[in-house]
């Protein structure tokens, strides 16, 4: 059988795999109305793939495993024919291995995977947790997560990369939140032989990512910039290099004004007439004076660009 | 101070200058002059850093420092640039550094934040603005937050300095990280289009595409060609070639970084071109790690394909 692939838009061009908020309503709980209407969203502007549970998206948050289940089956109905991949990373790998095969059983394209959280784990017990969700789900395109959260304590080591997909053909490619170039450049050559992996960087760098021969990028700004990011990808694409490096910039300064944070996401979402909820505990709204710098800044950098409403 | 045509970071390699040493760890003159002439040589080099960390700044006096970077300039003659690190402990002694560096006619400055301690935006920026004032030549910061406890050169006090030192021409950016590179980058392009923001190590291939048209490299004292051939590739948006000539350079400089900087002197000894011992704290590199590092030169075959000895460049 022929293993699992990686994802790849159709025309060859770079990956950008969309990472959207996950909405709460008033009492925390995930308000599925539009966590559909979300995705439906970022599905309209045909990313490569959309990735549920990010760090954007709360993924660490999200322990109560109803609440993952919840999401993949919202996805399941609202994101078409756009694939979409989940994170399944836990700190147990019976719960890694439950969700990884609920969101194969929903439709998920592909699943991710990283160090158990918490835990400080020797080399073998990290092949083993890696290699149980891979196994598990043998038809379905795995990516390893390398974290860049303290919370996950494991290292992807290139070495530990290539023996994993050397073991298990469905690892297709990793995921990086380091963007370290030294280490960019050391899993670029960590493929098994007769195979490659396809890296995909955290952040919304593509233009550095595909100098260095990069499959793309996941990106959480996706859903506040999708048009801007799409103008990316085709820029990189075509070879255009002046286009792509205006909208890098673009891109960068608007990645260091939301600076990872869902809570910023959601209050710019909300500026562009897409409410997707509040934070829920522990974590709070943001003061009113932050947001209001905020909002002002990601106008002016905006400046000029349609990224407004439902669409 | 700052007034006039400022000295702008040149398109190609800045090399990262080691300093030879004789058996006694007095400074090798003669050697020094040699060096610069090997690099002078190189057509990717454009610009020579001295008095770097590797160059064991830290573990010379300040009378050593402004020898060094005279003979250095004084054997460069302008053909190419020359760039005297002033990174020290105290304002009073970068301020002398600097002071000599303008009298010996360097083009430009460079200065990690003071170290060893953390400094808010206001200080740093002061910091910055009063060896600015001291010189006329361009300044260069440092961006190495490892050595700060994390802190450095953020995006807004690059910006800020921007505005308030025109002879602030680029950042040296040694966090290795590819976020920095790209927020730093887009946070000053609108405002200093000609401002450079070099990477460490050879990272062309990732960062000429923000518009990085420059490198800091000690590699290249070791296998130009190597170096060259990343300069080369990306110039011609050979993707796939710099790509295959920065995955052996990360080969190569994966075997040297443990050891870092004493191992670049064992690779130079076995290029051909040795430059003395390391001072003390460094001690002769163990036959173990000397082996390893041989291994990786003969692996990559780089006395086949790299200038081996002083040769016409020396």
């Known amino acids: ?211 260095l021969g990069a499959g793309g990028v996941l990106s959480g700004v996706a859903g506040v910039m999708p048009r801007t990011l799409a103008a990316l990808q085709a820029a990189v694409r075509s070879g255009d290099e002046e286009g792509a490096k205006a909208l890098q910039h673009r891109c960068s300064r608007v990645a260091r004004l939301v600076a990872d944070s869902p809570l910023a996401l959601k209050a710019i979402h909300r500026h562009l007439g897409r409410d997707v909820g509040d934070a829920r505990a522990p974590s709070r709204n943001l003061p009113g004076d932050v947001r209001e710098r905020l909002l002002r800044e990601f106008d002016e950098l905006m400046r000029g660009s349609d990224e407004e409403g439902w669409g | 101070m ?14 990262n200058l080691l300093t030879p040493l004789l058996p006694d760890g007095d400074i090798d003159e003669g050697t020094l002059r040699r060096f610069v002439e090997f690099h002078v040589g190189i057509e990717a080099v454009t610009s020579l850093a001295i008095n770097i960390n590797l160059s064991e700044s830290h573990n010379m006096t300040l009378e050593e420092r402004e020898r060094a970077a005279e003979i250095i300039v004084d054997q460069a003659a302008g053909r190419v640039g020359t760039i005297v690190t002033v990174s020290a402990l105290t304002m009073r002694d970068a301020i002398r550094l600097t002071r000599h560096a303008t009298e010996i006619g360097a083009d430009a400055i460079m200065s990690v934040p003071p170290y060893d301690v953390v400094l808010d935006h206001q200080t740093l920026l002061e910091f910055y603005r009063t060896l600015a004032d001291a010189t006329h030549l361009s300044l260069i910061g440092y961006h190495i937050p490892s050595w700060q406890s994390g802190a450095g050169l ?39 289009p000609d401002f450079s ?107 086949d394909t790299e200038p081996v000895g002083w040769g016409e460049l020396g």
């Open chain 2, 154 to 192: 953020h995006p807004d006090l690059v910006v800020d300095l921007v505005q308030a030192a025109p002879n602030f021409v680029g950042i040296k950016d040694a966090s290795f990280q590819v976020r920095y590179q790209c927020e730093v980058t887009a946070a000053i392009t609108d405002i200093r």
């Open chain 2, 197 to 303: 923001v070099t990477s460490s190590l050879e990272w062309l291939v990732a960062t000429i595409g923000l518009g990085t048209r420059a490198a800091n490299s000690a590699v290249v004292s070791l296998a130009p060609n190597l170096v060259s051939g990343i300069v080369d590739a990306t110039a011609v948006r050979d993707w796939d070639g710099a790509r295959e000539h920065t995955r052996r350079f990360v080969e190569l400089w994966s075997a040297i970084y443990p050891h870092f900087p004493a191992s670049l002197k064992v690779v130079s000894e076995e290029m051909g071109r040795p430059l003395g011992p390391m001072r003390e704290p460094f001690r002769p590199m163990p036959p173990s790690i000397r082996e390893q590092l041989v291994a990786t030169v003969d692996r990559l075959g780089l006395r």
């Open chain 2, 2 to 15: 700052s007034t006039g045509t400022v000295w702008l970071m040149p398109d190609g390699i800045s090399a």
């Open chain 1, 1 to 211: 059988m022929t293993p699992p692939r990686a994802l790849r838009p159709a025309d060859g061009g770079p990956s950008v795999v969309h990472c959207p908020v996950t909405p709460y309503d008033a009492d925390g709980s995930i308000d599925a109305e539009a966590l559909a209407s979300l995705l439906r969203f970022h599905a309209q502007h045909q990313p490569t793939a959309i990735a549920l549970m990010t760090f954007w998206g709360d993924g660490v948050g999200l322990s109560n495993p109803e609440e993952r289940l919840l999401i993949v089956e919202t996805a399941r109905d609202a994101v078409g024919s756009v694939p979409f991949m989940v994170n399944v990373t836990t700190s147990a790998t019976a719960h890694a291995v439950d969700l990884a095969q609920h969101a194969v059983a929903n439709g998920a394209a592909a699943v991710m995977v990283g160090p158990p959280l918490y835990w400080r784990l020797r080399e073998d017990e990290l092949l083993g947790h890696l290699g149980a969700v891979a196994s598990s789900v043998p038809d379905t395109a795995v990516y390893l997560l390398n974290d860049a959260t303290d919370t996950s304590a494991g290292s992807l080591t290139p070495a530990l990369v290539a023996r994993l997909a050397g073991e298990h053909r469905n690892t297709v490619g990793l995921a990086d939140a380091r963007l370290e170039y030294l280490y960019l450049v050391r899993i670029a050559s960590a493929a098994p032989p007769g195979g490659a992996l396809q890296v995909l960087g955290f952040g919304d760098y593509l233009v550095p990512l595909a100098g």
